[in-house]
């Protein structure tokens, strides 16, 4: 005998008794118990499996396989007969959440005339794949004005069994793909009517809101994000939140908000130009007075120079400003803000042909325990030991005097 499925005729049974058929022991050393009759949805159609208890041991999933539902249990239970407790929070949750994709489906056909061609009902939120190529935001707030009004109107939600031959006194959104003796359908009347094995509301009030949150362009159309019920209150919790702290931040009405964040990226961008302009004179500035205090040695300028505090990206600029002043050769180095990481860079003005600064940059970076290369004109490299900085420094410069 199958198992009685207790949800198939009433959604809202939550304790029931039952008698254990079989039970196995899995690999992973949990039970998989089959009963008589079970109020345990399992994983199906786009909906998550129902968790609860059964005689105080927790259900942690429901399987149908085979025709069989199996409940997958840390312990099986000792008595033949035993007791089972759906989570009702978890299950009401999801009654709201697929009782709302038939409604929102239902607005979708009667709006745009779009049809459901794929369900998920998510942890936080649900889809629904749709077979339309775009939608506007206009399309869509009708779409949830037509949804919410059949909320409003608290309609009842009908399970119907019906055999084949019962098929054309219904107005089906989506055929049975294969034939059934006893075909399962849910109808929202004059709204919507499928054949459907998952857990529903009785009347459409209980949804409560139905709110879109988003849709995105797939492959075979369009993609809808949604939340009904106590995930739109949470979700409308949410963004209340956040509008009110952006709001309080930003001192202008919601309504506001959108153009108060344009002007002050705006501003953001202006700051940035001027901050640019700033650094670059600021750097022009720095080079000339290093290469004024810079070691002469034969036709070379060297320049050695440390920094605390500085990105490669600044010390980079630096010394392109540098080897742009006449035999200028900088051997520059820096370390980033929290002095984890130590960061050479070392250049040559690009008349100089007696250089090799990826040369010196090889015999230095072994004191920063370092990594990295370059040209004769140019090289760079990065590494943790902040303390070698000087003598990898020191180094090079050796090295550069030797090899000249
Ligand atoms: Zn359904």
């Known amino acids: 005998m199958p198992t009685d499925k207790l949800y198939y005729s009433d959604s809202y049974v939550t304790n029931f008794t039952a008698r254990i058929v079989s039970s196995v022991a ?18 199906s159609g786009g909906q998550p499996a129902d968790t609860g208890l059964i005689d105080g041991f927790r259900v942690l999933d429901v399987q149908e396989k085979n025709g069989e ?26 009654m709201q959440q697929h009782s709302g994709e038939h409604v929102l489906t239902g607005a979708f056909g009667k709006v745009l005339n779009a049809s459901n061609i794929g369900f998920h009902l998510g942890q936080t939120s649900s889809q629904i794949d749709l077979d339309i190529e775009v939608l506007t935001a206009e399309q869509a707030a009708e779409v949830e004005r037509a949804a919410n009004t059949i909320v409003f109107k608290n309609t009842p939600i009908h399970i119907h069994f019906i055999d084949s031959s019962g098929l054309n006194k219904f107005p089906l959104r989506k055929q049975p793909t294969k034939h059934y003796d006893n075909l ?37 159309g369009i993609r809808i994000d949604f939340v009904c019920g106590l995930r739109a209150l949470a979700d409308y919790q949410e963004k209340n939140e956040t509008v009110k702290d952006l709001s309080g931040k930003l001192s202008v009405p919601p309504a506001e908000l959108s153009s108060a964040y344009d002007k002050q990226a705006a501003r953001l961008d202006t700051l940035n130009k001027e901050l640019t302009a700033a650094q670059k004179e600021l750097t022009q500035h720095l080079a000339h007075k290093l290469y004024s205090q810079s ?77 990295g290369g370059g040209s004769p004109q140019a090289a760079q490299g990065g590494g943790s030991n902040i303390a070698g900085i000087r003598q990898a420094l020191a180094v090079a410069r050796d090295f550069l005097l030797e090899s000249k």
């Not at 899995?26 to 994983?43: C, K, M, N, W």
């Not at 409940?71 to 007791?83: A, N, R, S």
């Open 295 to 371: 070691q002469v040695s034969g036709d070379w300028h060297i320049i050695t120079y440390t920094q605390t505090n500085i990105s490669p990206a600044a010390l980079n600029d630096l010394a392109r400003e540098l080897i742009t002043h006449p035999a200028a050769v900088a051997l520059l180095a820096g370390s980033n803000a929290d002095n984890t990481k130590a960061h050479l860079v070392f250049g040559a003005n690009p008349t100089l042909t007696d250089v090799n600064m990826n040369a010196a940059l090889k015999v230095a970076l072994p004191h920063i325990n370092g990594k």
């Open 69 to 94: 539902i199996l409940h997958i249990l840390d312990t099986c239970p000792k008595e033949e007969k035993v007791t089972g407790t759906v989570d009702w929070a978890r299950r009401f949750d999801h």
């Open 26 to 43: 899995l690999p992973s050393g949990q039970s998989a118990v089959i009963l008589d009759r079970t109020a345990f949805y399992p994983e």
């Open 184 to 220: 399962r359908l849910i109808e929202v009347p004059d709204f919507d009517c499928c054949p459907c094995g998952g857990t529903h509301v009785a009347s459409t009030g209980e949804i409560g809101l139905i709110k879109i949150r988003s849709w995105e362009r797939k492959k075979s």
